[in-house]
């Protein structure tokens, strides 16, 4: 959790405001919670989050005690069983298989509204690494892939930023 900063910050909140006010979206890999559940909260819109990790989610309860929260695996979550105005998934993408890549997707086009947002990191670049937080193989699909990924789900891409840290944001809409 120390090693977590507020890169991206800005990103996430330019995001937020295409969204309707007090609109719902969901936070993949939303580990404790900063910085982009508080971004979002603070952009006005409800927050449900998911994340794989006991403690994470158990920090994240402690912090947003207000925002829904499951513990389980981003590409096999059920999303609560709802729809969403957007998704995000900041620093998760790139640390799945590509095939759960694909399936994660695939999980948040059929989760979002008609003109609901999906924003994901990764690198624009087809490449592979070992991720410095987690320690985890990583591997970007690159931005042709995503794009294919993307269109098959009726989701398309409408924008790209990269924050001050060089980390790379994909900005997709649905139908």
Known sequence: MAARSDTGADVVRRWASHLPPGGAVVDLGCGFGEPVTRTLIKAGLAVWGVDASPTLVAEYRRRFPDCPVACEAAEAS??????????????????????????????????????????FSAPRQECAWDDMLTGRPSRSLGEAAYREALEAVGLTLVGQRTDPGGNHYFDAVKA
């Open 78 to 119: 059920e999303l609560f069983g709802r729809s969403f105005d957007g998704a995000v998934a900041v620093g998760l993408l790139f640390l799945l298989p590509e095939a759960d890549q694909r399936r994660l997707i695939a999980r948040v086009a059929g989760a979002l509204t008609s003109g609901g947002r999906f924003l």
